[in-house]
């Protein structure tokens, strides 16, 4: 495979600990080496250019059946937005949510090279494993949802631990997964009947378990088998006034356990788009910022980590497990309404949504995803995201740096609110003067999401033996800039390699990379009674036959398998 | 004597079977080269059950065997298989939604006792050289 | 000696059953059984032994006469037509799995063709309304297991899709449904008192063409607002009993069919039928589902969304995907003679498109590939046999509720048959190499 040094660049990098002092990197065979194993590289002058490693992205909805939905039903989300066809690059569309080919390349040109898929339907398995077959350059991986699955009900209600962790492990396996996911816990089980599960003690419909239960109980199954991610959860009463104190009670409940994975996470739960959870008030006219009760709980506790959510005042396209949510959002826009339940399993909904800089409550929502990046202790257990495409899409991540890394810029579109002065009252991000660095940045989107992943021996930074994944963008981060030039920068890697291939080069896509899935094979100690229970519900609920329903080799052309052993 | 009736069209499992099993195959006329009529309107026209008719609207012509209802009554309203035969005389117009209008066609129904009910292929073979009555 | 293949999966109808049982020979070159599938499952897995079967393509010549070919001179042909034409129409993909639906989105975007399935004469208009105003839905097993109220609108599944009932909608016992059909209430509405509606608790004779009317009435009858006497043919105490009985249930489900996408009023029709399932959740839990016909035209939707962004109707020959029904549409491109070829593939056109459709095939360019012999192919001036999808080869495919499900070979295909997938590749090496790309 070819060399590659990329001479002089202003390096960024948490894992070696580099804060933009002049460094050259080395690739070769596909990984991160010292310079001196090079024989006779390409070379890369990065010179009063940005280096980094590329980009992962721990939580978007990019692939599989509620993706899908939302492409399908929105026509309106391709106009003014197709490119045809240039050169290797096939046409794509699609703004909110963009076709496959257009989701890797525009990933790839933000830099980023892994990005993973945050609700997989373990039904739908196929489905989201073909969209990401289909999606070039990207590394991915896909969370099965687990927090509204009758078998970890079941279990889970009498605390089965043991049981719980083995089907897990099972379907990890029929999915071809990569993490424990769980989605309003019991809440989108309440929502087959057309119900929800509000706060975490708010019992679930028939099956007799609360929130807490299956929340707790995944944890401690997650931390028995010791798998690669922690549980990834959404809270209950996403989106709501005054839902910060459920936001709390959700994260204690991974206090008092302890991380057992051999990948080098430190966090027992991952809490996700923390945005959509940190509000104060009890309705939408008082609606406020709680940002700092949910950041002074974030700061003084190591075993979690959250990612973003952030807003980015776009016309987007909402899309979650969360049924009930979906139902409640359509009741409040009047927008199209899908929704998708599925057997035994889970459920999800599509709205289109239109975050509006002249509605008081989208602004808020503005400033609260930015606080709680501004008001993290730690950057490596904070993460960038905007939950693509519910908080808006991926592509505004650029932007967001520029927001995080300039006060001057979020002054800006503090002039741009109609309701600036209501929402300056009802937020805290006014009084915050922190500008972030890329250093930071490099943290929030690189070394902190391949940490919690558990794969920050693959991904994340440039030290030597690590994935040859790194990008290059034509900023100058020691002269002076306007803010828009970061999202001018960010937007358009002038270099990326992905596992030792160019994959974009003088910003023109020239490879579509080498593509891999990511999934975790978690050996466990046979347990008849969970196999036993598996064959049960296949033969009497489920309309698919158990043959019918692992995901088979040829839906994953170039997995990547994470071995796990819990059989200890 | 010409009856009116309103034509839909749709599946019925014998179509679905001998669809299968080819539509080059004489079942497959059996199965979809029929038309039903509610017993009302066999009276209408005059005809004995089994009879072959001629079935005309203003998109096209077609003979088929006129056979009873088998999931009636529906008094007015007349049923051919999907397929080419009742493709003769489907409202082909979509109105700008992409979809003809195959059910709710006005059409004639008269006796045809003497002409052949075609087979498909060779009634599309037929249609496409000009070569149907 | 023989062998039973399990949990086979049937490739008719939107359905997808995958439970059927299948002997072949030990050689794996006979079929000889089918069990658990529906008439028209059996006969197409039997088919496929038809002694008479086509198993070379073949050219029609100017007398009419078809001439046997070679694979290679038909990819040849095929790719041919293909980069020479304008705007070429590849339509069908409904009979066939994604794999190949893959394929044939990458030969689209090369020649700049119309990609159309068989959505457009079926379930386009439901996809339209589904643009306008969305769809609450589900598995089908979150029926199985929930549902207690069951409407069947304008579809017939007792002729359609035979084993529905019985596998997901009426019959079945489910998790919350343990007395089966019991504990459900089935509701009809068609023109005709059809062997669905001889099973239902309650069948709406409607009057063929007004289900806008009665859909509305519906939603009027849930708010307790007034009727007039008779809507639709339906007297106003029957449309007040039956939305209170959907209204009373703990889980209701509307499965619609050609009876509301056909008729006049098309994609509006399904507008107020969601509209109605919409309004249902304000009282009760409630799902609408299409009764999706081909086994994998859901599919061929799914692939084309993540590939181009539109499920069907999809115009590529811009060297972008533009998308507009009525305009993009397989019928009303013929018709108005916008294409300069026509490719089908998986779908039977030339028995389902209006005749002045067929005829359009019938003067351009054409080509057939299709394991059956069809009005289609005798229309076309090439037939391409090719192996059949579920039964020779297995691949992808996505029942009606978009559940996907990998369906499996159970038999070898005749001694030197082409799969789809197999065919199209080399069309698309070929393209590629006309088009210079």
Not at chain 3, 108 to 124: F, Q, W, Y
Not at chain 3, 200 to 220: F, K, S, W
Not at chain 3, 322 to 336: F, I, K, V
């Amino acid at each position: 495979m070819a060399e590659f040094l990329i001479k002089n660049g202003f390096v960024f990098d948490p894992v070696l600990g580099i804060k933009g002092d002049k460094a050259d990197i080395a690739i070769k065979d596909g990984k991160i080496v010292e310079t001196t194993a090079l024989s006779s590289p390409k070379i890369i002058d990065a010179s009063g250019k940005t280096v980094m490693a590329g980009g992962v992205d721990v939580h978007a909805h990019v692939a599989g059946p509620k993706v899908n939905i939302g492409r399908n039903f929105r026509p309106e989300d391709k106009l003014f937005t197709y490119k045809p066809g240039h050169g290797i690059e096939r046409m794509q569309g699609g703004f909110s949510v963009p076709t496959t080919l257009r989701t890797g390349y525009n990933y790839a040109r933000m830099g980023y090279t892994t990005v993973m898929e945050a609700a997989m339907p373990p039904l739908y398995a196929r489905h989201t494993h073909e969209e990401m077959r289909d999606t070039p350059i990207l590394d991915q991986g896909a969370y099965p949802v687990f927090g509204n699955n009758w078998f970890v009900l079941e279990y889970l209600k009498n605390h089965e631990i043991e049981n719980t962790a083995a089907y897990i492990a099972w379907l990890l396996r029929a999915t071809k997964g990569y993490a424990v996911k769980v989605v309003n816990p019991g809440g989108t089980e309440a929502w087959g009947w057309g119900l929800n599960c509000d706060n975490v003690h708010d019992p679930v419909p028939y099956f007799d378990i609360t929130p807490a239960q299956i929340v707790k109980g995944l944890i401690e199954a997650n931390e028995y088998l010791g798998l690669p991610h922690s549980m990834h959860v959404h809270a209950n009463n996403l989106g709501n006034p005054g839902n910060y104190t459920t936001t709390l009670d959700t994260f204690k409940l991974s206090e008092g356990i302890k991380p057992n994975s051999k990948f080098g996470r430190d966090q027992v739960m991952h809490h996700t788009h923390v945005q959509f959870h940190s509000y104060g008030g009890d309705s939408w006219a008082n609606v406020e910022s709680r940002a700092k009760d949910i950041m002074a709980y974030v700061n003084s506790h190591d075993n979690l980590t959250i990612d973003m959510g952030q807003v980015t005042l776009d016309e987007t396209t909402t899309m979650t497990a969360d049924g009930p949510f979906e139902h409640h959002l359509t009741e409040l826009n009047h927008l199209k309404w899908a929704n998708a339940d599925v057997e035994l399993e889970t459920g999800s909904g599509v709205v289109p949504y239109v975050y509006s800089p002249n509605i008081k409550v989208c602004a808020i929502q503005w400033c609260i995803g930015l606080e709680l990046a501004l008001l993290a202790k730690d950057p490596m257990r904070v993460f960038m995201t905007t939950d693509h495409p519910n908080a808006g899409p991926f592509i505004r991540y650029p932007r967001i740096m520029k927001w995080l890394m300039s006060e001057e810029a979020r002054k800006q579109q503090f002039d741009a609110f109609k309701h600036k002065d209501k929402v300056i009252e009802a937020t805290n991000l006014a009084g915050i003067d922190r500008e972030l660095d890329l250093y930071e940045i490099a943290q929030m989107t690189r070394a902190g999401p391949a940490k919690s992943l558990g794969l920050s021996h693959m991904y994340g930074g440039l030290a030597p033996g690590l994935e040859g994944d790194v990008a290059v963008f034509d900023f100058n981060p020691n002269e002076p800039y306007a803010p828009d030039a970061i999202e001018t920068a960010f937007s358009n890697a002038e270099c990326l390699f992905k596992a030792g291939v160019q994959v974009i080069d003088d910003h023109e896509i020239v490879s579509n990379g080498n593509k891999r899935t990511l999934w975790v094979n978690t050996k466990v100690n046979e347990n008849p009674q969970v196999m036993r229970d598996v064959k049960e519900k296949f033969l009497r609920y489920y309309t698919v036959t158990l043959n019918n329903y692992e995901v088979s080799g040829h839906y994953l052309p170039n997995p990547y398998v994470i071995e796990v052993d819990a059989t200890q | 004597m010409a009856i009116s009736v309103n034509l839909i069209t749709g599946r019925t499992i014998q179509q679905g079977v001998s669809m299968e099993a080819g539509k080059e195959k004489p079942a497959y006329t059996t199965a979809c080269g029929i038309i039903e009529l509610d017993p009302v309107d066999f009276k209408r026209l005059g005809a004995y059950r089994n009879t072959h008719v001629r079935v005309t609207s203003d998109y096209g012509s077609v003979v088929v065997k006129a056979v009873e209802a088998t999931q009636g009554p529906h008094p007015g309203v007349a049923y051919i298989p999907m397929g080419p035969w009742a493709n003769m005389v489907v409202n082909p117009n979509t109105y700008s939604t992409g979809m003809p209008t195959f059910k709710g066609t006005p059409v004639q129904v008269e006796v045809a006792k003497n002409e052949p009910v075609l087979g498909s292929l060779e009634l599309v073979r037929k249609g496409c050289r000009g070569e149907l009555a | 000696m023989t062998k039973t293949v399990t949990d086979v999966i049937c490739p008719f109808c939107g359905t997808l059953c995958d439970d059927l049982e299948v002997v072949v020979s030990d050689d794996n070159k006979q079929l000889l059984e089918v069990y658990n599938a529906c008439a028209i499952g059996a006969e197409k897995f039997l088919h496929s032994q038809a002694k008479d079967r086509i198993t070379r393509p073949r050219m029609r010549q100017e007398d009419g006469s078809w001439k046997e070919i070679s694979y290679d001179e038909a990819i040849e042909y095929t790719a041919k037509m293909l980069a020479d034409a304008k705007k070429p129409l590849m339509y069908g993909w409904s009979s066939t799995n994604c794999e190949a639906q893959s394929v044939g989105s990458e030969i689209g975007e090369a020649v700049g063709a119309v990609m159309d399935n068989t959505a457009t004469v079926c379930h386009g208009t439901s996809l339209i309304a589904v643009q306008d105003i969305g769809i609450p839905s589900c598995t089908l097993g979150e029926v199985k297991n929930r549902a207690d109220r069951i409407l069947f609108w304008g579809c017939n599944p007792a002729h359609a899709h035979p084993r529905h009932m019985s596998r997901y909608s009426i019959f079945p016992r489910g998790f919350f449904t343990g007395k089966g059909h019991a504990s459900r209430k089935v509701i009809v509405v068609d023109p005709r008192p059809t062997d669905t509606a001889s099973i239902a608790d309650v069948h709406l004779q409607i009057e063929q063409g007004r289900d806008y009317e009665l859909l509305d009435a519906l939603r009027v009858a849930f708010k307790g607002e007034k009727l007039p006497d008779v809507v639709a043919g339906i007297p106003k105490a029957k449309i007040y009993e039956v939305a209170e009985t959907l209204k009373s249930g703990r889980f209701a489900i509307i499965f619609f069919g050609m009876g509301v996408t056909q008729s006049i009023g098309k994609n509006h029709n399904i507008d107020a039928a969601i509209a109605v399932t919409r309004d249902l959740n304000e009282y009760t839990k409630a799902a609408i589902m299409p009764m999706r016909g081909h086994y994998n035209v859901t599919g061929s939707g799914q692939v084309w969304g993540w590939l181009f962004g539109f499920p069907y109707a999809v115009d590529l020959s811009r060297g972008f995907a533009r998308y507009n029904p009525g305009e993009t549409t397989s019928n009303d491109l013929l018709r108005r003679d916008e294409v300069d070829a026509v490719f089908v593939l998986g779908s039977d056109p030339g028995a389902h498109f209006p005749f002045s459709s067929v005829k359009k095939i019938y003067d351009l360019p054409s080509v057939a590939i299709d394991p059956h012999e069809t009005p289609t192919t005798e229309v076309c001036k090439v037939h391409v046999p090719v192996a059949f999808v579920g039964v020779e080869i297995g691949g992808c495919a996505y029942r009606m509720d978009n559940v996907p499900i990998e369906t499996r070979k159970v038999v070898d295909a005749p001694e030197g048959m082409m799969t789809d997938e197999e065919f199209l590749t080399h069309v698309l090496a070929r393209v590629k190499e006309l088009k210079g790309v």
